[in-house]
Structure formats: C-alpha cells, structure tokens
C-alpha cells in the first residue's frame, strides 16, 4: 500500500512571475499522470509544510504539470523560491472537477476573482481547445488592482480563439482604461442567453455569492452555476477532518459543487 | 437487539483461568493492553496478568466528573470506560509519516514503515467496538485507506467486554451499540458474578476458536448463557441517559443558527478533552519540521481538535472564531453530517466526552435543549 501522505519528487521546468504576489510552477509531471479540470495537488516544501494548489495548466497536456500561486505565508514563500531544475513535491490530484462537458452546446461563462482565475483556467483551456462543443465562452475577471492581473497576454489569445473577456479592477490606477468595480458588473453584459449559460465561479467567498446573485437575476438557474470552496485543508484524502463545510470535506466532495448544494451554507457565519 | 455473529456455541471460562487465556495470547505473539488504574483513573496500557487489571474496582461518573471505587466484590470487569479508549492504539497520537534527507539538490523520502507487531485488546465494551468500526470506515475502508492504521488494525486481536452495569454517562442503547458486543470481536467475554466467578465466552473468530480449544474450555451451559442474556438486559433497562435520536440530524441542521449555540459557547473552555476522549473523533494535523541544520526532516501526523481555533484558519483567520461555532461544529459532526459524510452516526454513545468536560456540558442536556424540550427548563 503506498501511503497517500509521502509526495513524489518532480522537476522544476520554468517558472514565471505573474505579477507582484503570483508566480506560475511548470513541472515535469510523473508518467501517466492525468486530471481533470479544476483538480489540486498538495505542494509540499520538506520541512516547512504543505499546501493546497489547484492544477492551472492544460489538462490536454498533462505531462506538464502547471500551479499558479500567491505568496501569502511560510509554503507558498518557500515555493516562490523555486527555480527551473529544482525540485518540486507534490501529492494529487485530489479533488472533483469542474464540469466542462455541461456546458456542451450551451454558453460557457467563467467569473474569475484574484487568484480564483488560475484554477478556473483549465476549463477555459478545455472550452476552447473544443470550439464546436461549446457554443460560446466569456469570462469576467475582476483583480484588485492592474497590478494585480493575471495571465494579461494570454487573456489577449483567448480573445484571439473567440472567448469574450471581460476585465475590471477594484481600483484604478495610472493608466488603467477599464472598468473600475466589482466583476458582477460585468456580469449583464456578459450573459447573452441566461436560460442555456453554464457558470463557474472561483474567487473569495462574498464574491462567489454575489456573482451567483447576480446571475440568478440575469435568468441563469442556479443548477447551472458551480463554485469552488475554499478551507483549511491539511491531507487531501478526506482523513484529517479540516476542510469541513456541513456535510461536506471540500477536499472529497469538492472543491468544485454545483451552487445549490452548498448556497445555505455559505451564508452560515463561521459554520 | 441485534443477533450475535459467533462462530460456534459459547463456552465457560472460570475466572481462575483468565491468565491462561492472556498465557495463550502472549504466546501467539500478541502484547497484552488492558485496562488498569494509575492515579486514581483506569487507563488502557499493557498488562501482564489479571492481576494487573483493576480487579474490585469501580468507576462513578457525572459531567465533569469521575471518581474509583473499592467494590465490595471481585469483580474483574466492574466499571465502564475511562478517558483511554483503544483509538490509541490504531490511529497513534503521533504518528511519524516519512523522513526526508537532502541529498545534494534532490530530496530523499523514506515512508516510515507500518508497525505491525501483534497486540491483543482486552476490555473492549460495545460502544468501543462501534467507535472502531466507525473509524474502520474512514481510515480502512475509504478510498484512501490509510497503511499505518491498517497495519495495526490487521494485527489486532479483540477481547470484548459485555457490561455488566451502566455509569450515569453511558447511552449507548440509544445507538444499539451495546451493553452487549454483537459483532467486531474475535473473542467476548461477560462476568458471571452468581455462583461460581466465571465467564461466558462468546466467539467471533477463527483464531479465538482455535484459543478456546487451546484451552480446553467448556461449553457453556444454557443457565450461563441465560445468566449472560439477562445481565446485558438489565444494564440496557438500566441505562438512564437517553439521546432522542428520532430525526435528529434533521433536527439539528435545522437549527445551525439557533442561539442556544451562543449558551453552549458560553460555557465550553475550548480545551479540547472531550475530542481527545472521543474514541470517533479522527482529526489530525499534520505537521512538518525541520533538523537545526536544515538537512533532515520528518513528518508527524498528529491528533487535533476542531476546539483549536488554528483548526479552521484560511487566509490567517481561523473560520470558526467563535467557540460557539466550533461547539457547533463538533456536535452537528458528531450527530448529523458525519451520517452525510459516512453513512453512520459519529457518535456511539460512550459517554466519555460529558464525564471528561471540565465545564460539565453533555451533549445529550444541548441537545435536548436545541430540541426546545421544555422539560429541562426546570431542572437544576
Ligand atoms: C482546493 C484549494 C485550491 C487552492 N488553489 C490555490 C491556487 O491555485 N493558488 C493559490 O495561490 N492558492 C490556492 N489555494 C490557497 C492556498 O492553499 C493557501 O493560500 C495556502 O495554503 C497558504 O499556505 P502558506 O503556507 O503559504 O501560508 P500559511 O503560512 O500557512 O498561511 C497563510 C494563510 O493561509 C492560511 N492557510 C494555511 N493553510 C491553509 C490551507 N490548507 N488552506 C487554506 N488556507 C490556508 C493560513 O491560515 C494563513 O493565514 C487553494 C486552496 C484550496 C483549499
Ligand atoms: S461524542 Fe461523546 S458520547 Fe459520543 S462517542 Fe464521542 S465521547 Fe462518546
Ligand atoms: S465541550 Fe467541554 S470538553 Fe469539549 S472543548 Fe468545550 S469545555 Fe472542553
């Protein structure tokens, strides 16, 4: 029996900075090695800790193992200070997937906050790489600042492949041209035929449920939107008990649920 | 009450010959673990003889409370169950996972081998059967079974304990799972007081049958067993306590924002003791460190408790910062979305967490109370 808890040892490929806080980690990833959409690994860093990081490469090329992460604590610190020929450990992937394949011949919008865009990106990569599958792709992705915006030049590519790409900024600063305020602005432009539009949402919780507000509003069903949930997580496995949300370990059932699952809960102070 | 799963008809040990059983089990390799006193608590460590055991002794309990007795007889199994439950043995407080050795610019994992030396589990009562079934699910049974808990549970030999009488803490009727072990024995034991000191000895498995024939016991004749049925009968007539487990779980998801919440908060101290004591609760931390020199490392995987307010924390913040929603979260856990999460309650009536609650909350009285159960209002 191989225990679930010892990483494997892969290598660093490149690393690139995203922006001030956020760097990308491709790695060599094991043979065989395949996920899905939405999917996390646990990043370890011997000695230090653990922690969760969804998948943000592509799951067409599963040989190459991508996570975009930010620098917010011990582990992600020490992760930052990879370089290409490190090494890079890692547990996975865990988790349930975002699903794509509702989206079939339906309309396809990804609400992105922060760093929410990054597990989001392999079901953007997923939706365009099958153009006739899903009719059309928008994403609305709302960063604090311009400072804070992700993958910029690849947003420009997949508007190039025909996605509709909405950005805005919490606050403007010197030269910014875009919207200003929160991404559910974005939102009634985005939406062109509620009845048949699949929603994913990723980002802070209190944007999550304004987003899905919002598109309740617009006429989208709340069946028909998923959200990703964020807790302590320690194992990955659904044997350490933390990341609880009532009847759910998000890191078992989740972190992809289908809204209406879990949109009681989420109003639930500290549940 | 549910049949019991033996695999031939009981037989009769005499109390005289209850080490040439812990003899026969030594010498198939097994370590003996049984309770015995130490600083006025019966705790679980090795024993060596019956005579280790807290032999004409006798537990009293009451939320936050818990005091030894002298009995007036020589009971050998007289009492019920300490703050020790037999989680320790399977899922070890600490439990080292690898070691780590950099190895110029590579790291070298060594996965900590699983410990699979043979211990033979004395005293086992019907609630901790349960609890090791429940834990069985999650650590054995789940996708992601865990080796070091596996290991041990494979090199397990169980010797319950049919009780005999109830402590005030004890419910277990209100989940069946006892007084008397139906299932997950190799080997159970109920004392016969009357006439001759003795003990029924039921058999739940191919190995325990090979010890009893070892031993050359007795079948066990029908007034014995009779005796055995009706001491398990009236210790569950007996059992005082009562959780009213009638649409609980739906009672209580209900109800995650009643206030009743913020009372029970207001009295909990956050300690932690009643999941320490829990023989269901299964949440580990898992903890990584690092030597001096920064060249080996290791990891632990540890107890942990939903009462810690790091528990919970994202973002730097814990989740549950109130305590009463960590309250709420372990009692709603315990009894309606572990149901959720694994098809079973997560809590098997033992009664530990209101004997060891230093500010004597029992959650039989909370629930109630979140039932809005006005007969409690009067009580004291
Ligand atoms: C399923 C899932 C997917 C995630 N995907 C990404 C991703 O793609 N990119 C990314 O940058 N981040 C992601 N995160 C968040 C990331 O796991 C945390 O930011 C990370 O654990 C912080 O670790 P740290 O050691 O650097 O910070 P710490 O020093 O541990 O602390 C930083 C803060 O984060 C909190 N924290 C610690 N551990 C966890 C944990 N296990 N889960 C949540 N918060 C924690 C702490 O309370 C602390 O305040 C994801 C989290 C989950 C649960
Ligand atoms: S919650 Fe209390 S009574 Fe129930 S199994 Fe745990 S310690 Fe025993
Ligand atoms: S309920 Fe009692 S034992 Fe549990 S944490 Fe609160 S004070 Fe401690």
Known sequence: MTHPLVPHALRVLRRTQESHDTFTLEAEAPEGFAFSAGQFNMLHVPGVGECAISISGSPRRPGRLVHTIRVVGE??????????????YVRGPFGSPWPVERAHGQDLLLVAGGIGLAPLRPALYAALARP???RRVALAFGARSADDLLFARELERFRAQGATVGVTVDRATEGWQGPVGVVTKLLPELVVDPPSTVAFLCGPEIMMRFAARELERLGVAAEDVWVTLERNMKCGVGTCGHCQLGPYLICRDGPVFRYPRVSRLMTIREL | MSSIRTLSPPFVLPRARLDDLFERLRARGYRVIGPRVRDGVIVLDTVKSSADLPVGYTDEHAPGRYRLRRRNDDAVFGFVVGPDSFKRTFLVPVQRLFRARRDGDRVRFSPEP??????ALVGARGCDLAAIETQDEILAEGAHADPFYVARREAAFIVAVSC???????FCTSFGTGPRPTR??????????DGPHRFLVEIGSAEALEIATELGLSTASEQDQGAAAGIALRTSRGMERQLDTQGLREMLLSRLEHPHWQDVGSRCLACTNCTAVCPTCFCVDIVDKSSLDGESHERTRQHDSCFSADYSAVHGHPVRNDVAARYRQWLTHKLATWIDQFGRSGCVGCGRCITWCPAAIDLTREVARLRDDVSLETDP
């Open chain 1, 75 to 88: 582990v992600t610190r020490h992760l930052s200070a990879l370089r290409s020929g490190d090494e890079l």
């Open chain 1, 132 to 134: 006739k599958r899903v």
């Open chain 2, 114 to 119: 699983v410990d699979t030396s043979k211990v």
């Open chain 2, 164 to 170: 005999s009488e109830s402590r005030s803490s004890c």
């Open chain 2, 184 to 193: 997950g024995f190799d080997l159970s034991l109920t004392e016969l007081l």
